[in-house]
């Protein structure tokens, strides 16, 4: 391309291809990293669709399309619409810059102090409010050691209890086999056992004590 073209125009200063110009053309463009841009730059700093150039007024208007890294116009980062001026920087994140060319203007060399100040970073995310420790919390009191004290402690406070519960139960099973037994024999030697083996658990009986030759005599 000829450099003494006076055609609007972007130039590379700082970013994948130094030197690189971009004609700019009298209908809406928009510039990014997607192939589906009019100008097409492929740095991972711009967005799919960063920006779009607007033609107003003999120059063109820069609009920044939502980018993550933002557009910077002189070193300040663009929140809205701006008619760019001849000899303007336009950054796009921290690796990519261009100069814009006035239609009618020829190419030199244009400078200012903007160009060696840093394109500033974005500032931090904030911290989310649950990942910040509570204000004035207090701290835990320190555990005291423990002492020698505590080390030869007698520990016969829950095998005692266990011990008692285990005897009762021993106790309770014992009676109730005896109250068991006896109420048996007592069945059994009342009215000729008619009331044990005449019953409802005649059955039972016949069952069990059949094979050995019992037989009850009930009425």
Known sequence: MDPNQTAA????????????????????????????????INDAEISRRHVQLTPQSGSFVIEDLGSTNGTFVNGIRLNRPALLKHG????????????FWAEGMAA??????????????????????????????????????PTFD??????????ANRNRILIGCGCLLVLACVLCVGT???????????????GGLRPFWETVLGPLGFNPICP
């Open 9 to 40: 125009r972007l130039v590379v200063e700082q970013g994948p291809e130094p030197g690189q110009t971009f004609t700019l053309s009298t209908a809406p463009q928009t510039i990014g990293r997607s192939a589906n841009n009019a100008i097409v």
């Open 88 to 99: 303007d920087s336009v950054a796009f994140g921290d690796t990519v810059r261009l100069r």
């Open 108 to 145: 030199g060399v244009v400078h200012s102090p903007v160009d060696d100040v840093p394109t500033p970073a974005l500032p931090p995310e904030p911290v989310p409010a649950y990942a910040q420790p509570p204000a004035n919390y207090p701290e835990p009191p320190p555990a005291a050691p």
């Open 150 to 159: 505590d080390f030869g402690a007698p520990e016969t406070a829950v095998p």
């Open 184 to 198: 048996v024999f007592f069945l059994d030697s009342y009215n000729q056992g008619q009331l044990l083996y005449c």
